[in-house]
T-cell receptor, first 116, second 109 residues
Framework: KAGVTQTPRYLIKTRGQQVTLSCSPISGHRSVSWYQQTPGQGLQFLFEYFSETQRNKGNFPGRFSGRQFSNSRSEMNVSTLELGDSALYLC???????????????FGNGTRLTVT | SQKIEQNSEALNIQEGKTATLTCNYTNYSPAYLQWYRQDPGRGPVFLLLIRENEKEKRKERLKVTFDTTLKQSLFHITASQPADSATYLCALYGQNFVFGPGTRLSVLP
């Protein structure tokens, strides 16, 4: 079974621009969540989608948004980029149904975003 | 406020010894606790899940304990090898998954 795939692997953007990151979950997984990882803040939850609906949202500004398609693939968008948005963005899929807490997360290798 | 702490940012041990990593949490009542391994430049990889009614869980050289009274989980790697060098993260589920800051383990040959 193929793992979680994230594209692109690396991205360099300028302040004020916007960016879209893509995530393809493991086949059959309907839950997709996104995380931001920085050396200072660690791994922080952005949002989770399940069957095309946002099920949960973390404490990030509205510049961070996402969506999920009917094939469970997900995209994350960050508008009006700031220097502080430089981070590793990780996507994870889960085979859990209505509840996610007892299912392992399967992570992709992330998109490294650098904002200059 | 809710908080997850892991005992130290970095831990160095000699090959063959047992590594013990600690995860402490406050203001959570998790039904499950998970441990992940993360190598540089890669996403975390799931290792073990332990339920609140399980005192201990084992998988090969890995052992996890979960004490809901102490609000603590211990993660042990026995007969450690240099290949075990990585960052280890504990995770709880509140309204969503929350990860600890991680402990960077270095196993020295």
């Amino acid at each position: 079974k193929a793992g979680v795939t994230q594209t692109p692997r690396y991205l360099i953007k300028t302040r004020g621009q916007q960016v879209t990151l893509s995530c393809s979950p493991i086949s059959g997984h309907r839950s997709v969540s996104w995380y931001q990882q920085t050396p200072g803040q660690g791994l922080q939850f952005l949002f989770e989608y399940f069957s095309e609906t946002q099920r949960n949202k973390g404490n990030f500004p509205g510049r961070f948004s996402g969506r999920q398609f009917s094939n469970s693939r997900s995209e994350m968008n960050v508008s009006t980029l700031e220097l502080g948005d430089s981070a590793l963005y990780l996507c994870a899929s889960s085979g859990g149904g209505a509840s996610s807490y007892n299912s392992p997360l399967h992570f992709g290798n992330g998109t490294r975003l650098t904002v200059t | 406020s809710q908080k997850i702490e892991q005992n130290s940012e970095a831990l160095n041990i000699q090959e063959g010894k047992t590594a013990t990593l600690t995860c402490n949490y406050t203001n959570y009542s998790p039904a499950y606790l998970q441990w992940y391994r993360q190598d540089p430049g890669r996403g975390p990889v799931f290792l073990l899940l332990i339920r609140e009614n399980e005192k201990e869980k084992r998988k090969e050289r890995l052992k996890v304990t979960f004490d809901t009274t102490l609000k603590q989980s211990l993660f042990h790697i026995t007969a450690s090898q240099p290949a075990d060098s990585a960052t280890y993260l504990c995770a709880l589920y509140g309204q969503n998954f929350v990860f600890g800051p991680g402990t960077r383990l270095s196993v020295l040959p």
